[in-house]
């Protein structure tokens, strides 16, 4: 798992609010420039002599640090201290550096399609499985540093995400930075995930679809057919209601919507007739993604209430992926291994882990089908995972 | 944990206090000896055993039987949980009723009734040299066209009927012709496909060029092994069966192998075969086959063909072969029978597969208009043949009235609303209303009634026994489950 967000050292005085700086290691940058860049600083321990002056950081390992500098050079260059997690920083990516909190967050790298910007950690649901768990705080900040970033992006990238939280909470800002990214970054698509309550008031509905972004999807959980269940789920009564009225408003204006279902203890005894329902009801909807328990967040604290391991339920996922196929729906499986699935839904397994915290196990070197498979959250290695993960052999019939 | 409710904080209300729920439109109809299929507006179903059915329809289901939560979930009953049921109901409703705003799609143009083959079971063929008795002319064949092209449907079949259609191959040629140039002429020109229905026994290179040409779907007919098919249908020569086999072969390789289907006709030498005429459609390479039984039109009726079996050993010859069917599904043959599949449709869908049968309101005119030989135009193919028999009542007019006049007939309209199952006697409590249609033809031939006494009615009889046979087969099955529902998804 790479380490995109923690504690640092600060050297510097100058600075008191947070900004976000593009990583460069090109120490000759024309001065005009340099403000707007953290020079990033491998050298050998000591070989540094002098700091270039003007970055808007720099950031050096612990053992780059020479004995020789003066203590108001460190100061008057705004230099942080990495520990050994942020190796893998590379040139154009973004960083937040908060000087008075001596936190460093990586909000964009450059080499990776898995970049998502988070948006808030306030929520209206309280989801039993949560993998960012809600805070009252105002974090409002987050919003006004979405817009800055949208434009300091490459207008290269691919893909890019919006979460949270619950990244609707802010009204008419969410439709604006919506608006932003479309015209910032028009090549990129945007998905964004929502417990999509906010789309039962129709006006807002309509609001987003008016941005009429070109590549645009957004992803909203149901975790079933049982308006109880539902709610119980997400914690929240009525919740059911305006999430379905939300995505039905949404269909309604011509957004695309992804319907995202995590299978656990409390999802999967009507998982097939969730499938049912979804195939019947909201045929119209453009992607479901059938999805594994990352083990983080409150996943860990109600673990109990949750694990189920996937081997035990691979015929009933069999079952619902057969209801949406058959329906002609777009279905895929994130978040399960090969090995615990069975053959028939190889097709709609997704590598769909963000790179950062993607990992396999060591049993998976041997595996042949290592290399279609989606892997775990580095949160399954560390806690729970399957316990019927077994490497494919070549001349193994086990899955034929 | 303390931080998160337990399930009952949010099922609490209305818990197992009853009479808090209401219920939404839905019927029943017995099933099995203690047990009911339940069918909400939209045509889903679930099966009911009789207590749990009295105790829902009284109020007194209690939250936490699980029977209450799928009726819940499939919009029989709404609770404080959730008010998105009627919503969800009518968006169903709307989609299964979408096609009748877009109006009629189908229109099949009667070329001629001369036919080289003297079908005895057949409705209404020819024997005849004389052209201008039993052909279309052209002036009406050009008013066709017109009123064809004239329908708001955006995707219009033009569908060639005999006789034997290809007799008429000079008249076919013009109708494609005529209307593709008109159709480009249009303000927005429609999606414009033809169908010929054929025996294929008097098919030629020239006419299949002229097919390849237009992309001309090919629509045959084929009882079964080569001893039932020719004494089923005597032509000179008694080859019908060596030229239907000759033709789907030439068809397939000038046309595409998907470019031809057949029909089969049930009569009473068919009941005992019903495998050999399936394993026939397979070694000709057929998908799955539509089990038909004889109509009660046209000469069916004076050669007392159509009664030379009753519905029962009809059933037992459909049961018999579906059950096959599946059979053959289960060894790996990919193989269905279509008027379940269409059946399915209605029952595992929000689709309607629009046909005509099975529609309501009924699907005559709405679905299909016949344009006859003689410039008559009909609400649909049966009420050609009744017609043929002296029985006018579903002529809308002739091909020189306008659009308009045809399709406000009176007569047309009044069946439409008389027929429409949702308030037809016996049908409006139905549990298969959703999954069946309207048939005034049908009914009217029978009972001089538009809606008809269903409990007289073959029809209802017929339908009945096959909807409670798929249910059956699908609940006691997984896998008959997972094959009607790719039956019921066209896939």
Redo the contacts between chains.
Sequence with gaps: MLKLRGHVSYLGSRDQVPKLLHITENRELPRALRDRYALLDRQEAGRLVSIPEGFGAVLVRRTGIPQALEEAEYQKNEVYILPDDYDYLAEGDIVRLSPRTKHMSVVFRRGTPNNSILLTERCNN?C?MCSQPPKNNNDDWLLDEAFDLVRMLPNDTENIGLTGGEPTIYGDGFISLVAAVKANLPNTSLDVLSNGRSFANEDFARKLAAVDHPNFQIGIPLYS?????H??VV?A?GA??ET??GI?NLKRFGVRVEVRIVIHK?TLP?LV?TCE?I???L?FVDHVALMGLEITG?TR??LDALWVDPFSYRDVLSQAV??LR???MNVSVYNHQLCVVNKDVEKECRKAISDWKNEYLPACDSCTEKAKCGGFFSTQILYKHSDYIKPFNSGSVVHS | ?S?????T???KEPGNVSEQYQLLPFRFTRFEDSSYVATNIAG?YTILDHSTLQAFVNHKLT?TDPAY??L???HFLSDS????GP??LA??VRTRHERLAHWTGLHIFVLTLRCEHSCPYCQVSRQSEDKDAFDMSLQHAERGIALALESPNLNIKIEFQGGESFLSFDMMKFIVETATVLNAKLPQPKNLSFVAATNLAVITEEMLDFCAAYNIDISTSLDGPRDLHNKNRPRPGKDSYERTIAGIDLVRKRLGRDKVNALMTTTLASLPLVREIVDEYLTQGFKGIFFRPLSPYGFAIKTKFFRAYNAEQWLKFYDDGLDYIIELNRYGVDFREYYAATILTKML??QDPGYVDLMSPAGIGLGAVIYNYDGAVYASDEARMLAEMGDMTFKLGTVEDSFETLFTNDVFLMALEESFAYSSPQCNDCAFEPWCGADPVFHWGQQQDFSGKKWESEFCHRNMHIFKGLVSRMETDPFVK?LF??WA?G?
């Design positions: 309280y039993l057919d049982d308006p109880v269940t709610d119980y914690q009564k059911y209601d379905l009225q039905l409390q009507r007739q329902f195939s019947r009801n045929l409150f604290a109600n057969n209801v058959t329906a002609g | 944990m931080k998160f409710q337990p399930i904080f949010y099922s889903e939250a939560i799928t819940r979930a499939k949980h959730s008010q998105m919503d969800l968006i169903k869908t929000s997972n529902m790719r998804n896939c």
